[in-house]
């Protein structure tokens, strides 16, 4: 009982010099000391009435063993300081890791940021590329009616220009059942006032002129008719000058005359072309339209 009570007082000194060197920082050299002097009651007890009392606790009553607690309390002590290192060292781990957490969390709140800076830039393009598709297709549809109107044009003009092209007409002098032309003293324009056709209206009835609309290469083609023994000879004209006649001469008044002749001629716009009867001559035509003027473009020219 008494040694357990001494053992007590011994670590109640043991604890309380820990303290003081936790608080006030004695090294191990130090807490030995004071435990040995307390012990061994060379020094009466300095500090605090604690103390004092401890120190008198153990005189009174810790005779027995007393080496083996000192290199117990040795051994603690080596262990608490030992501890206290590891302490330290963990500490300052400790400190460093909340650095790195620190560092971590400032790179992660930076990264957050640089992702919201880019997810504002994608979002941006992504606008951009949008108004830009919208731009293009606009672009495009405009461009699409432009050429379809353009088109459109071209066709139409395309078409006019085939309309002016389209030129041809035919006619014979007359209709009713016999006619006598000529013979008279000068030579005379023939009239063909019975017209067959007259696409694009160049040639005209009343003067018998065809008038060339276009530049271009024409073919134009006269027939001749006559009986009663009178010469029928007629001749196309092409700007006051004769260029190829279809000409008839008779012996006997029952013989039947018929002649023909035919031409191509570069016209200019505005030139004209008609036929002429010979003076002394005489043509006969009828319904069965045996005296016939012809022509057409076969091609413009530039
Ligand atoms: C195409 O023609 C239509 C009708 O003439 C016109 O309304 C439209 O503006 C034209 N478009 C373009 C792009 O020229
Ligand atoms: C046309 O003239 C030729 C030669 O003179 C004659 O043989 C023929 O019968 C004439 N034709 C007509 C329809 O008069």
């Known amino acids: 009982m008494k040694a357990l009570v001494c053992i007590l007082l011994l670590l109640e000194t043991f604890v309380f010099v820990v303290q003081q060197q936790v608080d006030g ?6 807490i030995s000391q004071q435990i040995s002097s307390e012990d061994g009651r060379q020094n009466p007890p ?16 810790c005779n027995l063993g007393i080496p083996d607690i000192h290199a117990a309390l040795r051994e603690l002590t080596a262990t608490v300081t030992e501890q206290k290192a590891n302490i330290r060292e963990l500490t300052a781990t400790v400190t460093e890791q909340k650095a790195n ?13 640089k992702n919201r800076e880019l997810t504002a830039t994608v979002t941006e393009q992504k606008e951009n ?17 432009e050429i379809s109107n353009l088109t459109l044009s071209q066709v139409e003009e395309l078409r006019k220009e085939n309309r002016d092209r389209e030129i041809a007409f035919s006619a014979s002098l007359t209709q009713s059942s016999i006619e006598y032309i ?28 065809f ?26 004209h092409k700007n006051g000058k004769q260029v190829v006649s279809a000409h008839d001469i008779q012996p006997q008044a029952q013989d ?15 030139d004209v072309v008609y036929v002429r ?10 319904y069965n339209n045996h005296n016939t003027f012809s022509g057409f473009l076969l091609f413009p020219l530039r």
Not at 188 to 201: A, H, S, W
Not at 215 to 227: D, E, L, P, Q, T
């Open 211 to 236: 008038t060339a609309p276009l530049k271009g290469a024409y073919m134009f083609r006269i027939s001749v008719y006559g009986h009663g023994g009178i010469t029928s000879t007629a001749a196309i």
């Open 277 to 286: 009867l010979w003076s002394g001559n005489r043509i006969v035509d009828s």
């Open 101 to 113: 957490i620190r560092e971590l969390t400032a790179t992660v709140t930076e990264q957050k940021e």
């Open 256 to 270: 039947r005359l018929n002649s023909s002749n035919g031409v191509v001629l570069i016209l200019e716009v505005g």
């Open 129 to 145: 590329i949008r108004a830009l598709e919208t731009q293009l297709r606009d672009e495009m549809n405009k461009k699409n009616e």
């Open 25 to 30: 920082g004695l090294n191990e050299n130090e």
């Open 182 to 209: 000529g013979p008279f003293s000068t030579e005379i324009t023939l009239t063909y006032r019975n017209v067959f056709t007259n696409i694009g209206n160049a040639y005209n009835p009343i003067t018998g002129i």
């Open 46 to 61: 300095q500090t605090d009435t604690l103390r004092a009392e401890a120190s008198t606790d153990s005189q009174q009553y």
